[in-house]
């Protein structure tokens, strides 16, 4: 479920795998608040990060861990990340080692991932010093990389300060920038903990949404020194995959202790405001009553295991699509992550040219905008970045009606909207519009919902049939000026309006034959809608395939299977109330339009039309075998996809001459599918090719 820029990943090292969305604890090498072998034994923490340039300063940290390697000197066998004195250049004016000699220092002590000497760019330099920061960072980025040799992964900062283009550039400069083996590993983000120090909250996301416009999507990001639980889930759920902090120790020294929803001070404390192992066996009196050294180890321990536990929580919600909801929820706890959280909510409502809108609209377009699973009520669920991408397919794709139940083929007369029920209209609101519908043929019928105006014929997709909110909620009709605009999205501002309310059992002139011929009409506009709006194919299509369509129902009144003609297309999705194809559906799509899409290679543009055909993705020749006999599309096996593709919705896989080799569900963007190389591309629901492949 893709939710957000949200994603789990895993970077590979040499020292074992780091499972992200993860923080790397800071382990000052000089003052070891909390030991790595215990925080790898105890919280199973596989990854630190440490100073390369504080140990290589150091004569005897230094000696120790060229003689030995950084493992054996921290004492610690997970994986090793190290910062390379950009950040002490910044506390401290300047540093005195050279570009070269810290990365071939990380790289001879047996790091890691390593990280190359960037620029620190401070917030309040100017537009030329920040300029300068990017240009040379850049500049060092071909020495670093080749210091670093075949072993040592490295980081490569990207700057910029408050600038978005300049984010932007970084980005993609660091990102061009190819080594002899390789390029960067990560990205982190730099010069931001000046930001955090200060709570500005809105410009840490504008520029992370900056940055991730030209980085790529299998290009680990790391938001530097951004270590307080409190901003995990937002970043998280815009893209961020790796932390770092000395938080949990720095603030442990102060007597604070983190919490998810913010810093709490240990001072007059009764009760503790969340638990730990660490604190649970101690009131705070007794805590406050501590030696100084033993209670911020005591401290320490706690906020290690808050941010543990906060990031669990966090890729636990990235694993069930409701990351964007926590980050939601989190926002309420501080007036300025609130602050932040709402800017970016208009930079997804109102996107803007420049690499933040260019972000935004791809965060919102990677999102599944379907779901099967309930949809919490909340005052800020018009904003969220699934039911944005839901309501854009809506306004882009879905046309009124072009004939009518009684043959008519002329203008809609008039919109209904049924409103006063929720969901299952099919069981609350079938009737009314079957009158509706008699009484006057030529009705569009509409639906209240509290997220507003959906067609009749979308009465099962979810989320707008599984909307968690209070009932009253159902009976609220939506005031004028929402009505228009809504209306005027669905191109429908035109047409006289009539609201009814939902009658359990109306009475009206519909005899039993007219009630049938309506029912039958409302099924196929809704596989004609489910088909403009989720596969892109065009309603004039969609009504030539669905031309004397039947369906047979399940026992609760549901289409179970639509046949075009006598062959059995499309088995509608009970959960979502989206559609599968079956072989048979994906040919009569895939004939609409037998071509291959363009390779990556050639640049992957969007088409101009609202409804371009079923996505296709574009397989490479070794894989024909084994997907053409239905096993997923692996990503490194795409050599080219359609931009439109929806994760969560029916594709169809082709090769270079555009034939079809199998169908399946888009598991993965079209972005995505251009630069990863694990991972599935496509859930193949079945291969097409199955019987010239056994024939070979
Ligand atoms: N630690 C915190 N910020 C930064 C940064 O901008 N660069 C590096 N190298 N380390 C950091």
Redesign the pocket.
Known sequence: MRDGAARLGRLHTRHGVLDTPMLLPVINPNIRTIEPREMWEKYRVNGLITNSYVTWKHEKLRESALADGIHALLDYPGVIVT??G??QS?VYGDVEVGVEEIVEFQRDIGVDVG?ML?V?GRPDMSREEIEHAVEETAARAPASLAAAGENLLLNG?V?GGLHEDLRAEAGRLMCEVEGEHRGFAVH?I????PLMERQRYRELFEILLAARATIPPNRPIHL??CGHPLLFPMSIALGADLFDSAAYALFARDDRLLTPTGTVKLGELTEWPTHSTALFSYTPAEVRAMERNERSVLLAHHNLEITQAELARCREAVRNGTIWRLAEQRSHASPRLREAFEWVLEQFEETEEGPVGESSLRTIASTDPVRGSSEQFSDDIDSRPHLLHLNALLAMRWRRPGSWWDGSSNSPERVVILTGEGPPWRDTALGTAIEALADEPRTVVLISTPIGLIPFTLEDVSPWCHIDCPESLWNMILDEDEIDVWLDDLGLGDIPLDIHICQPDPEGEAGAENRAAIRTWIDRCAIVDKLSLLCAISPEDACSLTEGMTARRSRTDRMINVNFGDEHCISPRLPDGALSLTLIGARRLHALNPTAPSRFDEGVTASDSDHPGIPRVLLMDDAIPFVGLGRNVIQGFVLGADAHLIVGQPCLVVDSHGNLVAHGTANATADDMAFFTKGIAVKVRDGAMKDELKET
């Open positions: 910062d390379s950009t950040f910044y990280t960037d620190f900062p700057q982190p730099g010069g931001i903990v530097f020194g």
